[in-house]
C-alpha cells in the first residue's frame, strides 16, 4: 500500500525510532501544500516548533517568511519540513543517529511531493540531503542535479539572525532561486 499524506502524517506522529520523541511535545511533521513543486527542509524543529508542531514559526520562521517574499513565495506555494521530526535538546544539532532515524520520513513526504526544487535551510539539511561534506559557507548558492531534482542551500534562517553579515550572501542566493524558478516555469 502507498502512502497518503494522511496516513504518512498519522504513522509519523507515532514514531519512537530514536530517543528525540521521549522528550518531544509535538512531533513537526511538516507544513504547505502538498502539491508543491518546491521543498524547503531544514535541520529540526526549536522550542516554538515543538510547542505548535509546525515548523519555523518562531523567530528564524518569520525571517523565513520575509525571505520567501522576497521572491515571490509565500508557505501556500512550497512545502516545509525537517531532517528531523522532533525538537533536540537545547536545540543543539540532531545526532548522525536521529537523522537516520528520521530520514526516511522526509524521504516518504519527498515522494509524495516529487518537487522538482529542493531548497536546503542550513549546513545540517545540505549534508544529509545534497552530499555529505557539503561545507555552506562556501557551497551556498550552488545548484546540484540528484534524479531531476535541483537542489541547492542557503544559510538557516536562525544563522542569518545571530550573524547578520551573512544577510546579503543569502539575498543573492534567494535572487538566483527565483531566476531558477522562473526557467522551470514555477514563478512568473
Same mark, same amino acid.
Given at each position: 500500500?502507498?502512502? =497518503? %499524506? $494522511?496516513?504518512?502524517? +498519522? $504513522? /509519523?506522529?507515532?514514531?519512537?525510532?530514536?530517543?528525540?520523541?521521549?522528550?518531544? =511535545?509535538?512531533?513537526?511533521?511538516?507544513?504547505?501544500a502538498v502539491d508543491a513543486r518546491i521543498l524547503l527542509v531544514g535541520e529540526g524543529p526549536g522550542q516554538t516548533e515543538d510547542e505548535q508542531?509546525?515548523?519555523?514559526?518562531?523567530? +528564524?520562521g518569520l525571517l523565513l517568511d520575509d525571505m520567501l517574499e522576497i521572491i515571490g513565495l509565500d508557505r501556500t506555494r512550497v512545502y516545509v519540513a525537517n531532517i528531523v521530526k522532533c525538537r533536540p535538546p537545547n536545540n543543539r544539532d540532531p545526532l548522525a543517529q536521529e537523522q537516520e532515524a528520521c530520514m526516511g520520513w522526509l524521504r516518504r513526504q519527498t515522494a509524495l511531493l516529487r518537487p522538482q *526544487?529542493?531548497? /536546503?535551510?542550513?549546513?545540517? !539539511? +545540505?549534508?544529509?540531503?545534497?552530499?555529505?561534506?557539503?561545507?555552506?559557507?562556501?557551497?551556498?548558492?550552488? %545548484?546540484?542535479?540528484?534524479?531531476?531534482?535541483?537542489? =541547492? !542551500?542557503?544559510?538557516?534562517?536562525? +544563522?542569518?539572525?545571530?550573524? *547578520?553579515?551573512?544577510?546579503p550572501e543569502t539575498f543573492e542566493d534567494l535572487k538566483a532561486i527565483q531566476a531558477r524558478l522562473r526557467e522551470l516555469g514555477l514563478l512568473p
Open positions: 500500500m502507498s502512502d =497518503t %499524506w $494522511e496516513s504518512l502524517r +498519522a $504513522e /509519523c506522529l507515532q514514531c519512537t525510532g530514536c530517543p528525540l520523541h521521549q522528550t518531544r =511535545t509535538h512531533v513537526v511533521f511538516g507544513d504547505g508542531g509546525v515548523p519555523f514559526v518562531g523567530k +528564524a *526544487v529542493i531548497v /536546503c535551510l542550513g549546513r545540517i !539539511a +545540505a549534508k544529509a540531503i545534497i552530499q555529505e561534506d557539503f561545507r555552506i559557507s562556501s557551497q551556498h548558492g550552488r %545548484w546540484f542535479t540528484r534524479n531531476g531534482v535541483q537542489m =541547492t !542551500a542557503i544559510y538557516h534562517p536562525s +544563522a542569518l539572525l545571530r550573524d *547578520v553579515s551573512k544577510r
